[in-house]
């Protein structure tokens, strides 16, 4: 899912549809003119598609011999990934390289804190579930707030719940399913000091991740640019030894490399198909 856009600089996204159900020609076709309009592509993919598009996209990268496609698939639920995509978006606008750019993206996911209200979780496998937590699912009208990232946390809905969230100044992103809930907005906001609050359409993936579509799922997030900016450009860069492209962290995002080991033995490993 494309989040409109947070300010006037923020460029525009390309979302990838049905690569698991097109012709293996038109996803091969649609990326190269991509990468012949760009230079470098980023891809994000949410761990809830279907199992046929990350082979696809692993395809389409092996085919086209590029190592300039960065594939970039957290462990997210949608709404988070589809903020994160957004913030990379906003970066694109900066003087980063494209191996700095693909690289922020992981940086970011610490800065993130993400969860849902579920009507049950019962079917919940993202997040330890205990045996109570499950039999309580069973009690109508029972809603349990969820926190799936930076730490897992999960507690019944009650007066006196209370999940720990960011300790920095953010604003949060509220996606509503069929759900009907508003402790997110009346409890958990106004407890996690929350600069501002937005509501956006609910990805199509988060059912599937969360295990029920009655659901309410939010994020919070850093919307400002220049704090972006900032976060990312005070972390050290080195230069990939195998494909020379500028990164943060220690894999390149473009070629997989990771640095040599202490007896300089090159260590480089390619995504297999699948």
Known sequence: MALPAQDERTVPAVVLHDLDRQPLEETLGGMQALLDQHGHVI????PAVPAGVRRRLHTV????????????RPELPPLAIAVLVRQLRQLASCDLSPGVLASAGRL????????????????????PVGLK????????????????????QLARIGPETALAGPDFATWMLVARGQLQSDWITAALAPAWRVLGLREA??????????????LVEFCTYLPDLSVLYQLVTSVRQSVCHWCGIDVIGDRCVFCSATPPGPDGAVQHSHASPG
């Open 133 to 152: 937590a499950h039999a309580r699912s069973w009690m109508p009208g029972s809603q349990f707030g969820v926190i799936a990232h930076p730490e897992p």
């Open 43 to 46: 891809v994000v993919c949410s």
């Open 108 to 127: 970011l996911t610490h800065y993130v804190h993400c969860g849902a209200v579920l009507s049950s979780v019962t079917r919940l496998d993202r997040v």
């Open 201 to 214: 359409a609910l990805p199509a993936e988060s059912a599937a991740w969360w295990g029920t579509g009655k």
């Open 61 to 72: 990268r092996s085919l086209l011999e590029s190592d300039r496609i960065a594939l970039f």
